[in-house]
């Protein structure tokens, strides 16, 4: 009965420990699955990563990765509250023997679904509580949209009549996810954010303060800027939405 009794004990100990151990690191999950399978062959790994990383002397490392089917890689580290200075960097990252994990600069990260989890110096997880802040996410992307000139031709249900130069515009700009455009009247310029799934937002929005008179449009346009969370591109014509409401606004790709 005592020799049960101490299985069962010790069974329930190693539970609970592989519970909290799981707890403590999110990613520990995720590092062995992806012990058991290629990432390199069963992944979309090729794009754009980014996060902040913490420093011992700075308030983070802006980290800017982009890793190509050809193998070669851009690396943008920026010291936040240490300097304004951007280092860049351009070569080639090699894969471990499972294909799990890249090679950059002699640091590893591990190559998850949509995400790159920088490991520590043993080519492990790294846990405790700041184990998140080593996760670089995956941008989004979507060469329909950006480096596109879009016009406006529909505002909240009703088409735009205006002479071509004063036609509200938009241009999306992937290099460093900024918007530019032109409200029929003012040019705006500010920050855009593209995730998965068709979802786009527009931020930190700033215009330029000319008064124009017998202008329609402007005041409706900035509202639709601030309001929308998603979109669709159908064959020319791309569309601003909110949730899943009716068009917002609506332009056609100039050529």
Not at 178 to 206: H, M, P, Q
Request: hydrophobic letters at 35%; proline letters at 2%.
């Amino acid at each position: 009965m005592k020799s049960t009794l101490l299985k069962i004990t010790l069974f329930s100990l190693l539970f609970i420990g592989c519970k909290t151990s799981n707890k403590e690191n999110p990613h520990h999950l995720e590092a062995s699955i992806l012990n058991k399978d290629s990432s390199k062959k069963n992944l979309d790994w090729a794009g754009t990563y980014v996060g902040t990383i913490p420093c011992a002397d700075c308030s983070g490392i802006k980290t800017k990765i982009t890793i190509k089917k050809d193998l070669t890689y851009t690396k943008q580290v920026e010291y936040l509250g240490k300097d304004t200075n951007k280092t860049i960097t351009k070569d080639q990252f090699t894969w471990n023997d499972l294909e799990n994990t890249i090679n950059i600069e002699n640091v590893s990260y591990m190559v998850g679904k949509n995400t790159l989890i920088q490991l520590n110096k043993q080519k492990e997880s790294i846990d405790g509580a700041l184990a998140t802040k080593y996760v670089l996410q995956k941008i989004a992307t979507d060469t329909k949209l950006t480096e596109v000139k879009w016009y406006l031709i529909e505002l909240v249900g009703k088409p735009i009549k205006a002479a071509q130069k004063n036609i509200p515009n938009l241009t999306l700009d992937s290099n460093n996810n900024r918007v530019s455009g032109f409200t029929g009247c003012n040019s705006i310029s500010g920050n855009y954010d593209l995730k998965f799934g068709n979802r786009l937002s527009f931020s930190k929005t700033i215009s330029t303060k000319k008064h124009c008179f017998n202008n329609p449009y402007e005041t409706a346009f900035l509202g639709v800027i601030e309001k929308i969370d998603n979109y669709t591109i159908h064959n020319d014509t791309l569309s601003l939405h909110k949730a899943k409401m009716a068009p917002l606004a609506k332009f056609v790709r100039v050529k």
